[in-house]
């Protein structure tokens, strides 16, 4: 098989970059080794930046998520066992985020690729790329038990951070950036409206807890949990009464209870791979960068990079130069650090280091203090929470 641009995976990225290139009139086939359930239901994201709706609305992906998708003008900071509201429309001259979770997103992204008719290959793992130094990029993958071989123009790695498209990267070539964090998260689904209408973040001396929401019926809330931890080691009692404790205030707001749907743990990570291209292969999303979950960014990165990728190839065939092209890994690498940098210093403020001293807890608490209590410093946690613009 031949195409324009090779998609490597089908999450958020690979998703959204062949809408894009569709819109653009270039073709694009999509490799993904999953199976089309898996992808639709594969509990992750909940929270889009202004910017990221934008992006989906102008690209015709965008109409269920205005009439079902959740606007929220503020978030909640929660210490002490008091509240505090962060209005960010008020800090950030009018952005906000909206709820709207990454499940939805790929259903409304594979239902317009598949009506427009373009090549969306399920149960097709990439095996290798090959050829990225070449103008002709080759993809190998596995399909129906029999290994193709895709040829491309281009490709992009969208393959998350357990793909194959990194290893491109000859030694030498690329360098990693990275954190391991000793805590993790525990993520619940449950059938019980939200007990608060905004995303309440809790910062607690047992850990972090977040109450945020998938839809006004179904609450989706997560803990503070070793590195580690067997989720089974969690029943469903044991988590409902960590989240009261974590979250309890001095006034009568109460936590709402109800039926568990799903339960996993997720590692967290700060990871950068630079540069973010090698020849012909340009690496987007998770395949590039991870970071920890606090600050909501890596579906807004994913979103970033292939907006730039598909920005940068419409130039070219409009105008024959190839600079925004060779300037994507730099163009991309400006934003995701903003967001690096934002998501370390959200999970700092918020969770409890296991090897924090008593002096480190006061600082972490008199940063809260301060943010609460500084307009410049809650508008600059607002400015990162709504996202940063894309250049
Ligand atoms: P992925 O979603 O990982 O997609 C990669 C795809 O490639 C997968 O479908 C995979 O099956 C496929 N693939 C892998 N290898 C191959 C191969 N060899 N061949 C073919 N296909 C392959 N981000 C936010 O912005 N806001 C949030 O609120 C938020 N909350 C989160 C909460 C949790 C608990 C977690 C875990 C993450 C959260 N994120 C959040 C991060 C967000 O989910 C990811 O950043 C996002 O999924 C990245 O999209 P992607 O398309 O780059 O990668
Ligand atoms: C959700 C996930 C996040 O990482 C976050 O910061 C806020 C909300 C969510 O899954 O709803």
Redesign the pocket.
């Known amino acids: 098989m031949r195409t324009t641009v090779g998609i490597?995976?089908?999450?958020?990225?690979?998703l959204l970059l062949a809408r894009l290139l569709d819109n653009e009139g270039v073709d694009s086939v999509v490799?993904?080794?999953?199976d089309r359930a898996y992808?639709e239901q594969r509990?992750?994201?909940?929270?889009l930046e202004q910017g990221t709706v934008d992006v989906l609305r102008d690209a015709g992906a965008g109409d269920r998520m205005d009439r079902e998708g959740l606007r929220h003008d503020g978030i909640e900071l929660r210490f002490g066992r008091r509240r505090h509201r962060i209005d960010l429309p008020a800090l950030t001259g009018g952005r906000s985020v909206t709820v709207y979770a990454?499940t939805e997103v790929c259903k409304d992204l594979i239902a317009l690729r598949l009506e427009g008719g373009g090549p969306l290959l399920f149960g097709?793992?990439?095996l290798a790329v090959e050829g990225a130094e070449t103008d002709r990029p080759r993809v190998r993958?596995l399909h129906e038990g029999r290994e193709e071989l895709l040829e491309c123009d281009y490709v992009v790695g969208?393959?998350?951070?357990?793909?194959?498209s990194r290893e491109v990267f000859p030694p030498g070539a690329g360098r990693v950036f990275e954190r391991t964090y000793p805590f993790a998260?525990l993520?619940i689904l449950a059938d019980v409206p939200p007990s608060h209408d905004e995303l309440v973040y809790a910062r607690h001396d047992r850990g972090f807890a977040l109450l945020s929401m998938r839809s006004p019926t179904v609450s989706r809330l997560?803990l503070q949990v070793p590195g580690g931890t067997d989720v089974r080691a969690w029943s469903d009692g044991r988590i409902w009464d960590e989240l009261e404790r974590r979250l309890e205030t001095d006034d009568d707001w109460r936590l709402r209870r109800g039926p568990v749907t799903a339960k996993s743990v997720?590692p967290m990570r700060s990871h950068v791979h630079e540069p973010m291209r090698h020849g012909r292969l340009f690496l987007?999303?998770?395949?590039a960068h991870i970071v920890p979950?606090t600050g909501?960014?890596?579906?807004?990165?994913?979103v970033g990079d292939v907006v730039t990728f598909a920005r940068a190839l419409a130039h070219l065939r409009g105008t024959g130069s190839a600079e925004r092209l060779d300037a994507y890994s730099a163009t991309c690498l400006r934003r995701v650090w903003q967001a690096e940098r934002f998501s370390y210093e959200m999970t700092a403020l918020l969770h409890r280091d296991p090897g924090a001293t008593p002096f480190e807890d006061r600082i972490q608490l008199a940063r809260l203090e301060r943010i609460t209590g500084s307009r410049p410093a809650e508008q600059d946690l607002a400015e990162g929470y709504a996202g940063f613009p894309l250049e």
Not at 31 to 34: D, Q, Y
Not at 43 to 47: C, E, L, S, W
Not at 284 to 287: M, P, W
């Open positions: 490597v995976g089908a999450g958020p990225a690979g490799l993904e080794s999953r992808v509990q992750r994201a909940g929270i990454q097709a793992r990439a993958y969208c393959d998350g951070f357990r793909g194959v998260w993520g997560y997720t987007a999303g998770d395949a979950p909501a960014k890596g579906l807004n990165l994913a």
